[in-house]
């Protein structure tokens, strides 16, 4: 028999088999015990953690031909033995059909499933529809379901799978029964890949198991995946294959987060030279700048949580909800809290979103490895900037009257600045010194009729405000402008200065309306 994949090879046949999926497992059970079937699911999550599988596993249990509670068959789970089970398990069962709905997406294809759909099944109970990548399924084929879904056959079961359930139309939801999937936890994919190595021969340690779990990232299929290359790719040894974890970072192209932790001890002992080579060092050896980014905004993300978490630097507190939030091996949760523990919780958070920014910009930026070094540096810059609230809680506040320290100096203000402060305000009028409809008063109001006399208006009288005298260092940088007071309708010339060197003059002084 061909190759395996260990994706495939190790599919699970039964609902107990299927990791991390015990909500959705349960209730499928339950139901085919109270014999409470739909007639549509929607089964919707991550990539890889299940859902096109519980959906074979489903419809075998549908089709089984012992019942339940049988010798062959003693609960809800399908019974494996019988003709039904082989041909699902096989993919060749006549009335258990699947459908790539990303290739079968337009109308004309639905209204064939809807046809086909009126006939009985051939030989089991049912008739079962799993339509695989539900959402690429356009809109005015999902209208011509909707009546078929709304009233199916007491024959018909229609799955569907799909990664994004918001692009299926609600009217559809609305009648199916719509299930979401978990992604599948650290400590489950760990699990499935030791009793997998065992199985398999391999001989793997933790730290090697660990990393094939981490790098799955939620999904059970990507660490298989990951684990089928690296055993292809490991070196034998008396005719077993041993995995290590520096052969496994080998092979994705990843680099160890000590190098990140010692990043960050660079950043806290403010060395941009030291962050500068360290980042060198790592490019030269052929590591892209957009996977370093992306390591170093888990690692900063995994910074967070454990300061967040209360993790100490020997591990302790990641059991409970720490060990929920950081879904990492106990080593790195203790190399996370040791980075950790050199930041505050704001400068880890800023760290980060410098970090994603790097990370967002690296994508469309040619020079990508100047923009990975300017990311690095701006973390040690960060350090050195003071936050706001530190800034502005050195002020004074209202109605005090002493002076503003600032990182131990007294910052005393300067003589001429006390004497502006401290000087009086002198009253400026507002109102204009001559009409501005002065020159409309002979103006025709109606084309052919008399002119109007307009109201007299008392012209303005111009208000001089009496000089004040101020310190010689105010009157001259005053007088230095180069020009008089500046007023709304002054007509003498600019560069024309005031009459008063020494003092400053009010409102219409310089000849305002003269």
Known sequence: MAYQVLARKYRPQR???????????????????????????????????????????????????????????????????????????????????????????????????????????????????????????????????????????????????TTQPEDIPQTVRSRCQHFSFHAVKLVDILGELRGIAEREGVDADEAALALLAEAGDGSMRDALSIMDQAIASAPVEDGRPRLDAAQIRELMGSVPNAVFEKILEAVDANNSAEVITVANQLLDAGNSPAQLARQCVRYLRNCVIAKIAGIGVDGAGADGVAGELLQISADEQRRAARSASLFGEEELTRFLQVMLRTFDELGYRQEQRFHFELGLLKLVHLRRLLPVEEVLSQFPVAGGTGPVRTKGVTAAAPSAARSVVNAPVVPVSTKPTFSPFETD??????????????????????????????????SVAVAGIGGCCRAAGCRRAFARRCSGRDAWHGVGSCGVGA
Do not use: W
Not at 75 to 90: H, L, Q
Not at 442 to 464: H, I
């Open 15 to 161: 609902f107990a088999d299927v990791a991390g999926q015990d909500h959705v497992t349960v209730t499928l059970m339950n139901a085919l015990k109270q014999q409470r079937i739909a007639h549509g699911y929607i089964f919707s999550g991550h990539r890889g953690i299940g859902k096109t599988t519980i959906a074979r596993i489903l419809a075998m249990a549908l089709n089984c031909r012992n019942a339940i509670g049988s010798e062959l068959r003693p609960t809800a789970e399908p019974c494996e033995v019988c003709e039904s089970c082989t041909e699902i398990r096989a993919g060749n069962a006549v009335d258990v059909i699947e459908i790539d709905a990303a290739t079968n997406r337009g109308i004309d294809e639905i209204r064939e499933l809807r046809d086909a759909a009126r006939y009985r099944p051939a030989r089991d109970k049912y008739k079962i529809y799993i339509l695989d990548e539900a959402h690429q399924i356009t809109d005015a084929a999902f209208n011509a379901l909707l009546k078929t879904l709304e009233e199916p056959p007491d024959h018909i079961v229609f799955m569907m799978a």
């Open 441 to 474: 008063k002979n103006r025709k109001r109606f084309e052919g009729g008399e002119t109007v006399a307009p109201t007299p208006v008392a012209a303005a009288v111009p208000v001089k405000a009496a000089p004040v005298k101020l310190p010689e260092t105010v």
